[in-house]
């Protein structure tokens, strides 16, 4: 059956073998430098400008000493005190006096009342104006001594009615007993219950008296014992020191941004890196492995001009070195696979056409992707079977004609009426000593017409960019097409990788079968 294993007997590929470990997250850290640390420095300029357009607020601090009446509880007392200055009450005569363009909760969020000692009592308001901030402390101080003020007569007068009300009841209450004693007395009878019971509420009365009288008193003490102890001042802070601050905060909020982000793509992308896996997903070995291969317009004229980079020369001498000699013909030929990306295998084709063109080599550069990358590298301008020069050498290029979807190649025999291109290119070929052909695979063409053009195929892979999918169609596609697939080179791979990149042992096959084709038949 197929479903676990491919045509040739080989375990069928996992995509998920790499395993996600530490060191594949710092390995995806590394590779993505630059991104999350633009990510941490957009981070601490956003810092910077939220420091600049929306500046820490100001405080403005002020603090009341409060007397409290001699007997009554200090830290009952200040807790009251503290929920007072906190009142909607207060907050609301506030705003309403200075006419502020906020409600009231919203008004009570900038400010807060603490308690510093059983009588300091302290009021820090927030503002974006220092003005403003010192202007609503002190509205605070003063909104909330009236209101106190005024709580401490409200209080008296209940206090002082009840006190009158009572003294009132108990004189009455000794006149009924005085009244009562008189009695008693003219009948000769025993006094001394009645004497003590008027004793008492004399005392009683007494009492009340005085506390009337001393009653204001207390509150006249606690009214003007409780006044502001330090006017409302701004609070001294360090912009340098804020601005670090908000800096900070910038860079912490930009680094875990951007190294959540490098994890989330680590881990969501199905591109592959480690030499194991590509050469699982392909179904073939990998031969070389390189690291970062740049191959932009100053690369390219460098390379072209013989100033290759070193993992370019790598990629180059591997390329010639897997040439294969057609079994009919003298020359050599290769053909390059770009999996995905073609412009490092563009570059590396015309690079090593350029170089050994240059070395006195006829050689041959096909190039049978659309647009011809590496023909227009090495100097191509149309399609078609001709001469090109570049540096000072000249090689032959061959490119197909437009609708070309499958163009036919030298290693065939020709057709009974043969195209000009057809006898063109087989001319160029017969003269050749190189025939390098950069080739592209598409699934819904397949690939058995690039055997016209190379015995085998070098796939080209790069690490993280090529899908583990599109890895396994490529080989399959090579295998299916009768080409002998050379071990694949793998671009900008990890230097901490260390995988081998071969394939897995063949799986052994049983005893008894391998007996019977050992042992000829029987006559």
């Known amino acids: 059956m197929l479903n676990d294993r491919n045509h040739a007997g080989r375990p069928a590929p996992d995509f998920a073998a790499g395993l996600t470990s530490v060191p594949f997250l710092l390995s995806a850290l590394r590779r993505r430098l630059r991104l999350w640390l633009g990510i941490a420095l957009g981070g601490v300029l956003f810092g910077v400008a939220m420091f600049v357009v929306a500046p820490p607020a100001y405080q403005a601090t002020t603090q009341l000493m409060i007397t409290h009446a001699p007997g009554e509880d200090p830290v009952a007392a200040m807790q009251t005190d503290q929920a007072m200055a906190q009142s909607k009450v207060v907050a609301d005569r506030v705003r309403a006096r200075l006419r502020l363009p906020v409600s009231t909760p919203r008004f009570m969020t900038a400010y807060t009342v603490d308690v510093v000692t059983n009588q300091i009592l ?161 179904g073939a070995p990998v031969g070389l492995s ?58 590396a084709v015309a690079a090593l056409a350029v170089s050994r063109a240059r070395q006195g080599t006829r050689v041959v550069l096909a190039d049978l992707c659309p647009g011809a990358p590496a023909a227009r590298l090495a100097g191509a301008d149309r399609p078609g079977v001709y001469e090109v020069t570049r540096g000072g050498v000249v090689l032959t290029v061959a490119v197909p004609a437009e609708g070309d979807v499958e163009p036919a190649g030298p290693l065939r025999s020709l057709p009974d009426e043969p195209t000009p291109a057809d006898e063109l290119l087989a001319d160029a070929w017969a003269g050749a000593n190189l025939l390098v052909t950069l080739a592209p695979l598409d699934p819904a063409l397949g690939g058995e017409y690039i055997s016209t053009w190379a015995p085998s195929v070098v796939p080209v892979v790069i690490a993280g960019q090529s899908r583990a999918s599109r890895i396994h169609a490529t080989g399959e596609m090579i295998r299916l097409s009768g080409l002998a697939p050379a071990p694949a080179v793998l671009a900008g791979a990890d230097g901490r990788d260390e995988s081998l990149g071969g394939l897995p042992p063949a799986p052994a096959r049983p005893l008894a079968l391998a007996r019977r084709v050992r042992e000829p038949a029987a006559p």
């Open 122 to 282: 302290q009021i820090t308001v927030r503002n974006r104006s220092a003005g403003a901030a010192i202007r609503q402390a002190q509205a605070l101080a003063f909104q909330f001594l009236t209101f106190r003020t005024s709580q401490l007569k409200q209080e008296q007068h209940l206090i002082l009615a009840g006190l009158r009300q009572h003294l009132a009841t108990v004189q009455t209450e000794l006149a009924a007993t005085n009244k009562a004693l008189v009695q008693v007395r003219k009948r000769h009878l025993s006094t001394k219950k009645l004497e003590l019971l008027q004793k008492t509420q004399a005392n009683l009365i007494f009492g009340l008296e005085v506390d009337i009288q001393d009653y204001p008193v207390k509150t006249v003490g606690e009214i003007t014992g409780t006044k502001v102890l330090d006017p409302a001042a701004i609070v001294p802070h360090s912009r340098i020191r804020y601005l670090v601050v908000y800096a900070l905060s910038g860079l912490i909020v930009g680094l875990a941004a951007g190294i959540g982000l490098v994890f989330v793509l680590a881990l969501s992308s199905d591109g592959l890196r480690r030499r194991d896996d590509v050469a699982r997903a392909l």
């Open 290 to 347: 390189l690291g970062r291969v740049r191959a932009g317009r100053r690369q390219a004229r460098a390379a072209l001009a013989g100033r290759p980079g070193p993992e370019l020369q790598r990629l180059m001498s591997y390329l010639n070195r897997t040439a294969a000699r057609p079994a009919d013909d003298g020359g050599r030929a290769v053909a390059v696979i770009p999996v995905d990306s073609e412009r490092i295998a563009a570059l």
